[in-house]
């Protein structure tokens, strides 16, 4: 089992700055990749980036330049920092895990949102 928890989202202007946190616990070593997700309302929810353990990393390309998605080993926590917001980036925001022992198991976090004002 792993527990996902986010924090870090809110209401910024356009071309602004915001960093997402996505804090993990239990079962963190089966942990292959992690990936953070968004839901615009009426929307699908899509891939905005993904950190494999090996720290390989890949970017939808609306936020390629702008978004960075790290982590800290030290602390479990997962970090997308958001710069030069736009409104369309304004969704719910999930951070996504994917454990792999027996067989593959996805944990999502509760969302964070995220508003960008013009």
């Known amino acids: 089992q792993v527990q996902l928890v986010e924090s870090g989202g809110g209401l910024v202007q356009a071309g602004g700055s915001l960093r997402l946190s996505c804090a993990a616990s239990g079962s963190i070593s089966a942990i292959t990749s992690m990936a953070w997700y968004r839901q615009a309302p009426g929307k699908q929810r899509d891939l905005v980036a993904r950190?494999?353990?090996?720290?390989?990393?890949n970017y939808a390309d609306s936020v390629k330049g702008r978004f960075t998605i790290s982590r800290d080993n030290a602390k479990n926590t997962l970090y997308l920092q958001m710069n030069i917001l736009k409104p369309e980036d304004t969704a719910v925001y999930y951070c996504?895990?994917?454990?792999?022992?027996?067989?593959?198991?996805?944990?999502w976090g509760q969302g964070a949102l995220v508003t960008v004002s013009s």
């Open positions: 996504y895990a994917l454990t792999i022992v027996t067989a593959p198991r996805d944990y």
């Open positions: 950190i494999t353990k090996s720290g390989s990393t």
